[in-house]
């Protein structure tokens, strides 16, 4: 019988010191947790840290991008060290797998990742994933390891998405915990700080950026407090943290992954009666169309905002975008099977 599939992402303010090195206190506490759900769950473990472990061994590093990769080369084998050790103990195999953002916009390279993945699985292995910094292009990057997560999470239908991070959960103006988010509004998102760690890429925007993305699509996600008590098991109970309710997922795989899995290349505005049309399920008309904020060509995937700026759907296009204000007014624009709610 097939598992329910649970991916636990953590962070590298987290899972490192501030002199660089893997926390293995906390490694350990995650793997005694994980240990405990390892035989009810298939378990993915994002992680960050490959470069802020490596980045000591750079002379006077400052964050160039050949900086960061040859740190990540140096890193990766480091952390995966040490994640095989705090397993060990378990009698829990770990396995590392490096994703480039084209395991996602490639269906058939995600096929293989899936089918390697569930082989793993068979043998009561859990795969440690990590962006492979050292060889991505900078133009097809993950934006950070709150994307890979998310993406690995729609890409298998997960039951859960756990996101660990260097405080408690969401916080209000008031440093008070949210401790549960319905919907995602512009006025939740404005709880998100500006600032991020000094060694990662993300920060709480990120985390509920992509929350927002794997609610939309049906998959539970918590924000928690990596160094919690028993933080994973307790967010597995919603216990802890910030817990973001799921909605109910209509879409099919395909458009699961249209909705993740391809580069978002362009933008349009919409107006009222569009949006409306849209949240109806109807396809999108080029009289719709108030704005073209960014171009894109027939066959790529765009962002649909509203008067607000608000993202509400992804669609693949059918014209090329320089085309859709000269259209004819019933000109489609993307068809309803080729649109996603967010």
Known sequence: MTRPVLVFKIGTSSITTAQGDVDESLLEHIASQIKTIHQKYDV????SGAVGTGKKFIKNYTGKIGERKAAAAIGNPILVGKYAQAFEKYDIPIAQSLCERQHFSNRNQFLQLRETYQELWKHGVIPIANENDVVSNIELKFSDNDELATLLAIGFGAACLLIATSVSGVLDPQNN???KIEK????VLGYARKDKSSVG???????LTFARLATSLGIQTIIFGARSENGIIRALNNENGTVCIAKKATANARQKWLASGRKVYGRVEVDEGAKKALLNRKSLLAVGVSDIQKEFKKGEVFDIVDQEGWIFAIALAK???NFVLAKEQNAVVANVDDIVLI
């Open 184 to 187: 995602f509004t512009p006025a």
């Open 44 to 47: 993915v473990i994002v992680s």
């Open 201 to 207: 890429l993300g920060g709480m925007i990120s985390k």
């Open 319 to 321: 014209m090329d975008s």
């Open 177 to 179: 915990l949210v401790r």
